[in-house]
Every structure is written in structure tokens, then in C-alpha cells.
């Protein structure tokens, strides 16, 4: 399916996604049928539009919230990865919560790595690249992140978001070496 | 009206109006002038990239998006624009197209769905440059069930790819 976009640049992923409704906020009154009924819709006197989970639906084993979210990071990377994307923007949001830095991912049992930056895209393609240091933390065999940004030699905007340090403590300092990335981006002209 | 999504290559069912015996090339440079980015009024928005339209979450956490939105009003304009004239209708696909960019698309049934028909619109993936994903909505059942909603989506997600 992703391949059809042919001319796709910029890919957006938004981590620990909050789930309002499939409009991605484009929220009205009207709307409320649209989202999911786990989920009750409240609207304020000013008009917003407020998302109120449920606390236990009816079906017990069902809940609609995002701990899992690596799989969704993960069924995502595959299909980039196999539909060949060659991005040039790619950008995540930032979590402010301690949680998200710490919290390990897993799927059937496995840890998730967040490496799918690293192997699913083309760094030659790669101009702009705002991600959580995340992405690189919970990888254990991969790449350290300043060889990855060498490697992307069309790197014209980086921007790396570290939650309150917490990220730095579950990965080597030889893995981040600010100093060493500075230097290798001043070699290469970044 | 204002939020409805029409993804079709059929023009709207309205009658001719004023818009409809202007130039093509002009009707273009209307729409596209009716994106507007959602920055605060601040003098130096442009460079902190400060939204203003924000929707309000019942939720303590908070996210940070590192890009920037369009406002709300611009979604407005477009997707009446396209209601009101068949003109701006056949000349809004990549003002339209840039909407899009800012909807998220999550890994559920209504996700893959509305992906799947703007990926079939001829006249509308040209302009596809931007998608942004987002990461909610699996369901918790367990490892074992996790696994299975992995390599079923991921079955459909292929499947148009073979």
C-alpha cells in the first residue's frame, strides 16, 4: 500500500500516541460516532472536544491504550522497510513523561528495538531528522548513533530529544558521544 | 460539512457557478493560498514553531509534535472550497493533499481503510508528500494475541505491495 505513494518525502510518527479519534484532531461535534466506544467524547462550554477512556470496558482483556505501542512501531518499520521508501523527513514526536524513556517495549515476550530509522531507510536520502534518542537506546547490536549520523551525509537538520536524562543512563556514553558527533558533522560540512 | 473528508474523483454535484470559468491555474494558486500553518502570534512563531490549535485532552500527559500543523481554519476553507465549485474541486488536490499529511494514521481497520482509498486516487497520490502515523490503538490481550494482530496487520499492509 505505501508504495502507491509515490512521491512521499516527510514521514511523521507520532510515539506514545494519544488516541482522540482517526481524524487526528480534527474534532467536532459531529464526530463523536467516529470514535472508538471505549472512548465517551466531551465537549465543554467553550466547545472542545475532550477524549474520556473508560475505565474497563465490558470485554475485560480489552483496553485502549497505548503501552503497546511498540507494535505499532514495529508493523510500521516493516512495511517501510519493505516498501522502499526513500525519505527525506523523517520526524517523531516527543513524550514528556520520565515513563516512555525507561519502559521497554515487548511484543510476543521479545524486547522491540526502536532501530527502524537506521535500517528501514535510505540515510543517503535523509535531510531532516527530529527523533527521541529512544530510537537508539533500546538497540543493542546496531549501529551507535554517531556513526548513523555520518553515515547520512544529506543531514541538513537534526534534532535529538532526551527525556530528562533518563535515556542516557540505559545507553553507553561511547553511544553518545555528543562531542564525537559534533566533530564528525564539522568534518562532513553538516 | 466542515470536516467531512470526501476522497473521490468525482467532482461535487453542484451547479456551475462563478469559480467554474476561471482559469485552472488561478483556481490552484486560490486554494493553495488557503493553507495557512497553525503558528502562534508571536514574533518569532516561525522559529519555535509554536502551535495554537491544539486539541484539549482529557489526559495528564502531553506530547510534543516536532513538526507544525495546519490550523484549523485552513482545513475548513479548503474542504468547503471543494464543496462549493467543481473548479476548485479539480484544482484543490494539492491543497488537499497537504491536509492530509497532518491526519494520522493508525494501525487499526479504519485506519488501513481511509489510507487504502487515498492510495487508489489517481488524482490525488501524485501530491502526496507528508503521512503521519500514529502509534495507538492495538489491542491488549496477551503476548500470544499480540503476536497475531502483529503479523495480521502486517499482512494487510503487504498485501497490496505483492
Known amino acids: 500500500m505505501l508504495q502507491k505513494f509515490v512521491n512521499l518525502e516527510k514521514f511523521r ?79 517523531t514526536s516527543h513524550y514528556l513523561s520520565y515513563q516512555y524513556a525507561t519502559h521497554t517495549q515487548y511484543v510476543a515476550g521479545d524486547p522491540v528495538h526502536y532501530s527502524w530509522p537506521r535500517n528501514y531507510m535510505g540515510p543517503l536520502m535523509l535531510q531532516t ?3 527521541s534518542v529512544e530510537f537508539f537506546t533500546h538497540h543493542h547490536n546496531g549501529v551507535p548513533l554517531d556513526e548513523f549520523i555520518r553515515a547520512v551525509s544529506n543531514l541538513q537538520d537534526l534534532s535529538l530529544h532526551i527525556v530528562e536524562g533518563r535515556a542516557l543512563r540505559s545507553m553507553s556514553l561511547q553511544e553518545l558521544d555528543m562531542r564525537r558527533i559534533w566533530q564528525r558533522s564539522m568534518y562532513d560540512g553538516l | 460539512m466542515a470536516t467531512q473528508i470526501v476522497v473521490s474523483n468525482a467532482p461535487p454535484d453542484t451547479p456551475l457557478s462563478v469559480m467554474d470559468n476561471t482559469l485552472l491555474e488561478i483556481a490552484a494558486m486560490i486554494t493553495e493560498n488557503l493553507l495557512e500553518y497553525d503558528l502562534a502570534p508571536t514574533p518569532n512563531a516561525k522559529y519555535s514553531e509554536q502551535p495554537t490549535d491544539k486539541l484539549k485532552l482529557a489526559f495528564d500527559d502531553e506530547e510534543t509534535l516536532t513538526w507544525v500543523t495546519f490550523s484549523e481554519e485552513s482545513r475548513n ?41 487515498i492510495s487508489n486516487n489517481t488524482a490525488l497520490i501524485p501530491y502526496i508528500t507528508t503521512l503521519t502515523f500514529g502509534c495507538a490503538a492495538l489491542q491488549d490481550r496477551g503476548h500470544h494475541a499480540l503476536s497475531q494482530d502483529v503479523e495480521s496487520i502486517l499482512a494487510h499492509l503487504l498485501l497490496q505491495d505483492r
Not at chain 1, 31 to 48: F, M, S, W
Not at chain 2, 77 to 99: C, T, V, Y
Request: aromatic content about 10%; hydrophobic content about 40%.
Open chain 1, 129 to 131: 531528522m527530529r527523533i
Open chain 1, 13 to 91: 510518527l507520532v510515539t506514545r500516541d494519544i488516541p482522540t479519534n482517526h481524524l487526528g484532531g480534527w474534532l467536532e461535534h459531529s464526530d463523536a460516532e467516529r470514535i472508538h466506544p471505549h472512548y465517551y467524547l466531551a465537549i465543554d462550554e467553550k466547545g472542545n472536544a475532550s477524549l474520556i477512556p473508560t475505565v474497563r470496558s465490558q470485554n475485560a482483556n480489552f483496553t485502549w491504550y497505548t503501552h503497546y505501542d511498540g507494535e505499532a512501531h514495529l508493523c510500521i518499520g516493516r512495511a517501510v522497510e519493505s516498501a522502499k521508501l526513500d525519505i527525506q523527513d523523517f520526524r
Open chain 2, 77 to 117: 476553507h479548503i474542504l468547503n472550497a471543494r464543496e462549493a465549485s467543481r473548479k476548485l474541486f479539480d484544482s484543490s488536490f494539492r491543497a488537499f493533499a497537504a491536509l492530509l499529511g497532518d491526519r494520522r494514521f493508525r494501525v487499526t481497520p479504519v485506519g488501513f481503510e481511509d489510507l487504502e482509498a
